[in-house]
């Protein structure tokens, strides 16, 4: 953790000067994880599969990962090649309006697949 995030940017508001910076990094877990905790154990409780304790700490843990590769050390890298970093709509750089256009045509192209998931398992 580094400290710049938006769980310790609520942890800092919340304990003010009170604690340290190192304590409020071992704190900051906790404010994560009471609120979180309750619906993890029921999907964990739902899940009836031989590998439904593998679920868990792999959505937990794999967006983490995707953005920490494709984004910050992917993305930012490009960017700061200056790669489409120049200036398109509204003072986002090329590559971001691309990206985000690419996310929402996919959306639009799979979002009556997407529905037709959600139908089949009700």
């Known amino acids: 953790m580094k400290g710049a995030g938006d ?7 919340l304990l003010k000067n009170n604690f ?22 029921k999907a964990f409780r739902v899940l009836i599969n031989n590998y439904s ?13 995707f953005i920490l ?6 993305m930012n890298s490009l960017l700061s090649n200056g790669f489409l970093s120049n200036i398109g709509i509204m003072g986002t750089p090329l590559l971001i309006t691309i990206h985000t256009t690419i996310a929402i045509a996919m959306l639009i192209f799979l979002h009556k697949k997407l529905f037709l998931l959600n139908q ?3």
Do not use: D, R
Request: a positive charge; one cysteine or more.
């Open 7 to 13: 769980e310790m940017v609520v942890t800092k508001h």
């Open 20 to 41: 340290s910076f190192s304590q409020m990094i071992l704190i900051c877990p906790g404010f994560v994880l009471i609120p979180g905790l309750p619906p993890i154990i």
């Open 53 to 65: 304790w593998l679920y868990i700490p792999g959505f937990l843990t794999l967006p983490i990962a």
């Open 69 to 74: 590769i494709y984004i910050l050390i992917g």
């Open 120 to 122: 089949t398992k009700n």
